[in-house]
Nanobody, 127 residues
Framework: EVQLVESGGGSVLAGGSLRLSCVVHEWTYARYCMGWFRQVEEEERDGVANIASDGSIGYADFAKGRFTISRDDGANTLYLQMDGLKPEDTAMYYC?????????????????????WGRGTQVTVFS
């Protein structure tokens, strides 16, 4: 079983920044398609960004220009740098892993492709 552990969430004022991390306990992590999702209670889970094993990236429209996804394969860690945060970014943020990398960057938000999920880290943005 692949374990994913998110961290870095917190409370910030609008306009602030946070950097989320997701440590993946799996030695073949470097081959995986990785994604970030977010969910507000009682709403659907939305895709934020994906990054493939070759470094290709896809973003949801709301994330373009403000959020940056990256990965450190040597450290088995996925990141999400979030700048210019808005109150509507308030959500639980989850990382996800898919052992198949095909079409990774083109399938932002396609939650059914991901096999493994973390438990989430809460981000709250105050106006």
């Amino acid at each position: 079983e692949v374990q994913l552990v998110e961290s870095g969430g917190g409370s910030v004022l609008a306009g602030g920044s946070l950097r989320l991390s997701c440590v993946v306990h799996e030695w073949t992590y470097a081959r995986y398609c990785m994604g970030w999702f977010r969910q507000v209670e009682e709403e659907e889970r939305d895709g934020v960004a994906n990054i493939a094993s070759d470094g290709s990236i896809g973003y949801a429209d709301f994330a373009k220009g403000r959020f940056t996804i990256s990965r450190d394969d040597g450290a088995n860690t996925l990141y999400l740098q979030m700048d210019g945060l808005k109150p509507e970014d308030t959500a639980m943020y989850y990382c996800a892993a898919d052992k198949f990398h095909y079409g990774c960057a083109q399938t932002v938000g396609r939650s059914q492709r991901f096999d493994y999920w973390g438990r989430g880290t809460q981000v709250t943005v105050f106006s």
